[in-house]
């Protein structure tokens, strides 16, 4: 089993509709997970950190469940600036802070 | 937030030669850094941790003395690609977190090679 999983996708999605993300993990004593978004043939930039209570911000909301291993990402009233690939990603535990990504998941806005 | 610096941000060079790409954090120190690989389409490829004062630690597979790691101070981490032939073509990526404490770890912007 991957360290990291995600769906590739494409997700072609309307604006304005609501997109998720899902995410699964192997290594059930990891501890930090992290969502980052990577724009084409650019650098992958955080998105948000995911906590045990989920966290929101603005149109976009995190979830963790640890007992599933794994999170969730929602996208509210989707916006053309939103296509991108959605990347997961997972701190591994006792590993010098290495952060193990999955593959991620292209999301195509339609107009 | 963190800010992490890459340069050059894109090379090309002849098959043979070597390539250096540095990675600088510009607000805050980092004991420890990240180099990664991006091919087209693909998913990023952890290829070592970059230590500062010790020696790197790579990923399985990845040839340590193809791929030099220095990383001689707090805000700084290079890495060498020797003898570059195409098939390392490739999208570089650095990332770093700060000292202890926080979690997240951000990217330098990248560096884009190209050996012909």
């Known amino acids: 089993r991957k360290e990291v999983e995600q769906d590739p996708g494409p997700f072609n999605v309307p604006e304005g509709a609501t997109v998720a993300f899902n995410c699964t993990y192997s290594?059930?004593?990891?501890?930090?997970f992290f969502w980052y978004r990577q724009d084409c043939r650019k650098e992958p930039k955080l998105l948000m950190s995911?906590?045990?209570s989920g966290n929101e911000d603005g149109r976009f909301t995190a979830q963790l469940n640890r007992a599933s291993q794994y999170i969730s990402l929602l996208i509210r009233d989707s916006k053309l600036s939103d296509s991108a690939t959605y990347l997961c990603?997972?701190?591994?535990?006792?590993?010098?802070?290495?952060?193990?990504f999955g593959k991620g998941t292209r999301l195509h806005i339609l107009p | 937030g963190a800010v992490v610096s890459q340069h050059p941000s894109r090379v090309i060079c002849k098959s043979g030669t070597s390539v250096k790409i540095e990675c600088r954090s510009l607000?805050?120190?980092?004991?420890?850094m990240f180099w990664y690989r991006q091919f087209p389409k693909q998913s990023l490829m952890l290829m070592a941790t970059?230590?500062?004062?010790?020696?790197?630690?790579?990923e399985q597979g990845v040839e340590k003395d193809k791929f030099l790691i220095n990383h001689a101070s707090l805000t700084l981490s290079t890495l060498t690609v020797t003898s570059a032939h195409p098939e390392d073509s490739s999208f570089y990526i650095c990332?770093?977190?700060?000292?202890?404490?926080?979690?997240?770890?951000?990217f330098g912007p990248g560096t884009r090679l190209t050996v012909t």
């Open positions: 990332s770093a977190g700060r000292l202890a404490g926080v979690q997240e770890q951000y």
């Open positions: 290594n059930s004593a990891s501890q930090s």
């Open positions: 995911v906590y045990s």
């Open positions: 990603a997972v701190k591994h535990p006792n590993r010098d802070d290495k952060i193990i």
């Open positions: 607000d805050f120190q980092a004991t420890t």
């Open positions: 970059s230590n500062e004062g010790s020696k790197a630690t790579y």
